[in-house]
């Protein structure tokens, strides 16, 4: 292709890895920049991603919706025609899972690092990441 490298990427973030971000909102805005399609995969139930995504002010190309997140790699894979597939992850699982599907893994502290973005404090004791999951007017 003739462009430079920008916007030929599909990056997928696993929505444990967005968790960890301080900012998802933000670091899905600078992706943009940079990546010419972004969403994410998840094995949670597709209202867990949407309540996630609406309340960080996330817009997403793509996102698993009730497909598992294998099935969701190789779709979004063969519907976004880019030169590279990346997809932040947390865990051993979900490098395996990158790997088998022919998909880069970067797990989301080494993207933090090389992105400049900031990950969410979850070792001042006072869980400030996971409290903003919680709603107490939840019934």
């Given at each position: 292709?003739?462009?430079?490298g920008?916007?030929?990427m599909?990056?997928?973030?696993?929505?444990?890895?967005?968790?960890?971000?301080?900012?998802?909102?933000?670091?899905?805005?600078?992706?943009?920049?940079?990546?010419?399609?972004v969403?994410?995969?998840?094995?949670?139930?597709?209202?867990?991603?949407t309540n996630?995504?609406r309340?960080?002010?996330?817009?997403?190309?793509?996102?698993?919706g009730?497909?598992?997140?294998a099935?969701?790699l190789?779709s979004?894979?063969?519907?976004?025609d880019t030169?590279?597939?990346?997809?932040?992850?947390?865990?051993?699982e979900?490098?395996?899972?990158?790997?088998?599907?022919?998909w880069?893994?970067?797990?989301v502290e080494d993207a933090?690092?090389a992105?400049?973005?900031d990950?969410?404090?979850?070792?001042?004791g006072?869980?400030?990441?996971?409290e903003e999951?919680v709603?107490?007017?939840?019934?």
């Amino acid at each position: 292709m003739s462009m430079s490298g920008s916007g030929e990427m599909t990056l997928a973030f696993e929505l444990s890895a967005l968790k960890a971000l301080a900012s998802p909102g933000a670091v899905f805005e600078d992706a943009r920049r940079w990546t010419r399609y972004v969403g994410v995969i998840s094995d949670q139930p597709t209202y867990v991603v949407t309540n996630f995504t609406r309340k960080n002010r996330i817009r997403q190309d793509f996102f698993s919706g009730p497909k598992g997140r294998a099935e969701s790699l190789d779709s979004v894979k063969s519907q976004f025609d880019t030169d590279r597939h990346v997809f932040v992850g947390v865990t051993d699982e979900d490098r395996k899972l990158a790997e088998e599907h022919d998909w880069e893994f970067l797990h989301v502290e080494d993207a933090a690092e090389a992105a400049e973005w900031d990950l969410a404090s979850d070792d001042d004791g006072e869980g400030t990441a996971n409290e903003e999951d919680v709603r107490d007017d939840w019934p």
